[in-house]
């Protein structure tokens, strides 16, 4: 079976190949084939990338992974954001499956059933994809064959994105443990272990962040630790959280740009610190902030539950705002000169709330002034964040299924 399937991907890959290359030929923009590749796009967290698709976006396909052949009456949020390399999405669920799929079609060239929810995004690398899942093995493909290279065990769930830097890879257990594994074979090179001594600890959704040799992770205690890639030696920390009694839903995840970390603090404000040294260099409280993207030189958009923001964040001045329709927002991402939006929305037929229903949403806005260009309902609410390359968009709705855009 997986020599077949392997034939029958490397036929299709050549396939692809062949159409990228004539793709391009007929003028398709260069920019537009680079990966969105790990959680967030990048190592840094940025959730941004240069290029987008042209709008408006229709559905190109949409694909049931969920696999369940009973009614589900208490549905769970899907986590694992898709990525997306050379023509191929990658996707895990909550569900214990991974999908390697055709991005164009949907067209499944191979899967692996993990035995345990997969709530963490995948990481691709060169040849290899890897991804955790709940049980703290993380484990690492070839990703056109899908065979297993390698797996590690670690001492509890893994619930967090990993970074793959310089022949390493990265990832934190929600035991608050950070691991650097060699990318090669899966071989420990260094552990830190946070030691809270919680009796029970917070699930925390934080992946981390890597810029110019540093890791930045969020621990359930409620620091932000700055470790280096290459040791595992805590640098500093810094307490931007008392506890995680807050709204589900808000960014845990650090953003790192330009010498400064991001994070979302107590009050839902997005703090910046100073990357070598922890500091605090800025606050921004204008909303309570449930994500935010950095934009140009200076420009940071925040969305709050029902309203985002574009901000000069160095002079503090308002540049837009916007109120939505369709709320509280999920989650934000920029490609190109577009803001989308992911949100869910209560519908109550006739107004009788009796029969209300919540469905997501996407929706995309121009940078330069927040006019909506498109949108289009899922049909099911969406937790986890978006993904977008080589001219479609990407989502992983909470009931299994995978609905993906591309030009008209």
Known sequence: MRSKSSRIFSLATASVLSALVF???????????????????????????????KMP???????????ITFVDVFPREQLSSPVISDGVLYVGSENEKFYSLKLTSGRVYWKYDARYPIEAPPAVEG???????????MRCFDKVKGNELWSFQARSEILSSPVIRDGRLYFSSSDDRVYSLSLKDGARLWTYNRSTFQTVAPRVYSSPAFFEGKLYQLFSDGSLVCLSADTGKDLWSAKVLKDFNQPSGVRRTPLVD??????IGDSQNVVALDASTGEVR???????????????????????SDRIISVDRLSGEILWKKELKFNPVS??????????????????????????KTNGRIEALRLSDAETLWGHDLYSTASANAST?????AVLTDKGVIDVFGPK
């Open 282 to 304: 800025n606050s921004f409280g204008l909303i309570k902030a449930r994500d935010f993207i950095l934009h140009g030189g200076r420009a940071m958009i925040i969305a709050g």
């Open 127 to 137: 040849g290899t994809v890897c991804f955790g899942a709940s049980n703290g093995v």
């Open 23 to 53: 793709g391009c030929a007929a003028e398709r923009p260069k920019a537009d084939m680079s990966p969105w590749a790990s959680y967030l796009h990048d190592p840094s967290r940025t959730n941004a990338v240069a290029e987008g698709p």
């Open 331 to 356: 989650s934000i991402f920029v490609a190109g000169d577009t803001l989308f939006v992911l949100s869910n929305y209560s519908r109550a037929p006739l107004g009788l709330n009796i029969f209300a």
């Open 57 to 67: 976006l229709v559905l190109s396909w949409a694909k049931d992974v969920s696999e």
């Open 389 to 393: 390359a080589e001219s479609h968009v």
């Open 258 to 263: 330009n010498g400064l970390v991001y994070v």
